[in-house]
């Protein structure tokens, strides 16, 4: 993927999963990238673990915090004269029954999974109409297609990353820059065990929910994001099968609902056999 090399990058939630999988793969091609991530430790690893003829480099960034992200656009511009890719991709999840997330938790998931991509693109878009020239990636997920409670909140989200990418996509072609939603299904990286309330087990919800035993690899998965930016793509969505579940809810919403009550119905009384503490 030799149309990255000399690029200029930030990505933020670097730290882990798929932004340090996104790390790897963009220093891999030649890419000049800055890893963020609210721990900077975390952010440090996936820089020194990053290989190939590209530059990385470290720093904390949390994307609840608006003048902060500006400022880590207005580094990359002060030092590169540009901002080619800006990968807006920290996130994270709550599982469990919709009864039992607090006030604080809805607006936690808000504030870094909506408000984070909204700072990013505040900050780097107006920079890329300057130049007339860039790529708005934002991790959303199969859950921005198709919904499934038990991971409401999240899945609010997901929906407000895709419709935020698909709105902004109309207007930034124009303007010379791509805009892109990368959607898969259940990857393997730590927000599978993170965010679990009461009897709800992630992993087991995620692989049910899937039809799957196993979760797609995140470097995939940022070979796949290499590749669509290149194809400047409004959507990835991966692997295969889940295009033929993004493929079914549209066609099929009905029916997908009247299978999800059903999915949720299951789980909830699966995890009632087997309380799994957080």
Not at 147 to 154: D, E, H, L, V
Not at 207 to 212: M, V
Not at 252 to 258: E, I, K, M, S
Request: some cysteine; charged content about 20%.
């Amino acid at each position: 993927m030799s149309g990255f090399a000399g690029k200029q990058a930030i990505v933020t939630g670097g730290g882990s999963g798929i932004g340090a999988a996104l790390v790897r793969a963009l220093v891999a091609a030649g890419a000049d990238v800055v890893c963020t991530d609210i721990d900077a430790d975390a952010a440090g690893r996936t820089v020194a673990e990053a290989t190939g003829p590209g530059v990385a480099r470290a720093a904390r960034l949390d994307v609840t915090d608006a003048a902060a992200v500006q400022a880590a656009v207005d580094e990359v511009v002060a030092r590169a004269g540009r901002l080619d890719l800006m990968f807006n991709n920290a996130g994270i999840t709550w599982g469990g029954d919709t009864e039992t997330l607090t006030l604080d938790q809805w607006n936690a998931i808000i504030d870094i999974n909506i408000r984070g991509v909204v700072h990013g693109v505040a900050a780097a878009y107006p920079q890329m109409v300057r130049q007339g020239s860039g790529h708005i990636i934002n991790t959303a997920s199969m859950a921005g297609l198709a919904a499934a409670g038990r991971i409401t909140s999240y899945v609010m989200t997901k929906h407000a990353v895709v419709g935020l990418s698909l709105a902004l996509r109309t207007e930034a072609v124009g303007q010379g820059i791509g805009v892109l939603a990368v959607c898969p299904a259940a990857v393997e990286t730590p927000i599978l065990d993170k965010g679990w309330m009461g009897n709800f087990n992630g992993r087991e919800f995620y692989r049910a929910g899937q039809a799957s035993k196993s979760f797609y690899s995140p470097d995939r998965l940022a070979s796949d994001t290499l590749r669509a930016i290149e194809r400047n793509k409004a959507l990835l969505v991966a692997p295969r099968s889940a295009r033929a579940t993004a493929l079914f809810a549209r066609l099929f919403p009905g029916v997908l609902q009247r299978m999800s009550i059903k999915f949720v119905a299951r789980q909830r009384a699966a995890g009632s056999e087997t309380v799994v503490g957080r």
